[in-house]
């Protein structure tokens, strides 16, 4: 198809582009050297005994990929991937966030579970992964800017962490927040957000939250997930607009009405609640017909629900 948008900068031709083949050996390459963990990360943890073993954030990658979910899909150049990002904090401009993360600290890191639930707690980001298994999983993803990208994430269903916390009936929605640290974060500091609602906050309904697809992810290419991707950990919800997908989450809390949210709040017309991907409502300024798939020429069809309308679509009749 051809592309029909003026290229970026970050561009890159096809022929750069990893063939899958080449990057499924090269995790096979190495996990044989033992390379493939990452980062050692290992902190004080909350709730951890004191003497059980320190599961480390970093440890365990590549993680297995399971075959449910597109495997079949071509992947993005991982390098687009990670440096074409919407990550406001750090910075407007996509392609500066993964230079401006340098002074983001992601470990120690927790998480506060709280609200209508019978189990509150904090957790220590290395005591949650012990007790959930992770895996990888192939999604697409598409931003309300119509660009899409396919990228394997590595993460837990978020339901097995609401089982954990034993919502009230009462709790019908979830609200997340992002980390707030000015002094971590230039954006939060740029004139250029000056009056933005920090820090990120966005909302699922508890069915879309208990979905077995709404994914808690701490990886990304087999790899702990890079600062500009939101680690150590966030929200990827595939058949809705990148920006429900929330970043570096400190908090959860379960309420009772529909949580306001980040965009919601500043442009309640453009980004509403919902924003399942509907190539029939086009974005008031844009079509959100087509979509334009990074690192490649390519323009393609969007799809209702972004693809996931056979696994979706029921909870909205
Ligand atoms: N989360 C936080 N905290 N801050 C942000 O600016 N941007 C959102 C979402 N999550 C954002 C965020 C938007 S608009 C998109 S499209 C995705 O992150 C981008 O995710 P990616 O950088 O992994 O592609």
């Given at each position: 198809?051809?592309?029909?948008?003026?290229?970026?900068?970050?561009?890159?031709?096809?022929?750069?582009?990893?063939?899958?083949?080449?990057?499924?050996?090269?995790?096979?390459?190495?996990?044989?050297?033992?390379?493939?963990?990452?980062?050692?990360?290992?902190?004080?943890?909350?709730?951890?005994?004191?003497?059980?073993?320190?599961?480390?954030?970093?440890?365990?990658?590549?993680?297995?990929?399971?075959?449910?979910?597109?495997?079949?899909?071509?992947?993005?150049?991982?390098?687009?991937?990670?440096?074409?990002?919407?990550f406001y904090e750090f910075s407007?401009?996509?392609?500066?966030?993964?230079?401006?993360?340098?002074?983001?600290?992601?470990?120690?890191?927790?998480?506060?579970v709280t609200g209508l639930c019978?189990?509150?707690?904090?957790?220590?980001?290395?005591?949650?992964?012990?007790?959930?298994?992770?895996?990888?999983?192939?999604?697409?993803?598409?931003?309300?800017?119509?660009?899409?990208?396919?990228?394997?994430?590595?993460?837990?269903?978020?339901?097995?962490?609401?089982?954990?916390?034993?919502?009230?009936?009462?709790?019908?929605?979830?609200?997340?927040?992002?980390?707030?640290?000015?002094?971590?974060?230039?954006?939060?500091?740029?004139?250029?957000?000056?009056?933005?609602?920090?820090?990120?906050?966005e909302g699922l309904r508890m069915?879309?939250?208990?979905?077995?697809?709404?994914?808690?992810?701490?990886?990304?290419?087999?790899?702990?997930?890079?600062?500009?991707?939101?680690?150590?950990?966030?929200?990827?919800?595939?058949?809705?607009?990148?920006?429900?997908?929330?970043?570096?989450?400190?908090?959860?809390?379960?309420?009772?009405?529909?949580?306001?949210?980040?965009?919601?709040?500043?442009?309640?017309?453009?980004?509403?609640?919902?924003?399942?991907?509907?190539?029939?409502?086009?974005?008031?300024?844009?079509?959100?017909?087509?979509?334009?798939?990074?690192?490649?020429?390519?323009?393609?069809?969007?799809?209702?629900?972004?693809?996931?309308?056979?696994?979706?679509?029921?909870?909205?009749?």
């Open positions: 198809m051809a592309n029909l948008v003026r290229r970026s900068a970050w561009h890159l031709p096809d022929r750069l582009i990893t063939p899958e083949g080449a990057f499924l050996r090269r995790r096979d390459f190495l996990r044989q050297l033992g390379l493939a963990g990452g980062a050692m990360l290992a902190a004080p943890g909350f709730l951890r005994a004191a003497d059980s073993p320190r599961p480390s954030p970093g440890a365990g990658y590549p993680y297995p990929r399971n075959p449910a979910f597109n495997p079949d899909l071509k992947l993005t150049n991982e390098e687009v991937a990670t440096s074409y990002n919407n407007l401009d996509k392609g500066e966030v993964r230079l401006l993360t340098g002074k983001f600290v992601t470990t120690p890191w927790s998480i506060e019978d189990n509150p707690m904090t957790l220590a980001l290395h005591d949650l992964l012990s007790q959930v298994t992770l895996e990888e999983r192939v999604y697409r993803f598409r931003c309300v800017e119509a660009w899409s990208m396919v990228v394997p994430w590595t993460g837990f269903s978020l339901s097995k962490l609401i089982e954990k916390a034993k919502p009230k009936a009462s709790a019908k929605f979830l609200r997340f927040e992002t980390a707030n640290r000015p002094d971590q974060f230039p954006g939060m500091r740029s004139p250029r957000t000056a009056g933005y609602p920090w820090p990120y906050f069915d879309e939250a208990m979905h077995p697809l709404t994914l808690m992810a701490t990886g990304i290419y087999g790899k702990p997930l890079p600062k500009q991707q939101g680690a150590p950990v966030r929200l990827v919800v595939p058949w809705k607009y990148g920006y429900k997908s929330i970043k570096s989450i400190v908090k959860i809390e379960f309420v009772a009405t529909q949580p306001k949210t980040f965009w919601e709040t500043l442009a309640a017309d453009e980004y509403p609640f919902e924003s399942n991907v509907n190539p029939k409502v086009p974005h008031p300024r844009w079509s959100q017909a087509t979509e334009r798939v990074i690192g490649t020429f390519d323009r393609a069809r969007t799809l209702p629900y972004n693809g996931y309308g056979d696994l979706v679509a029921k909870l909205y009749s």
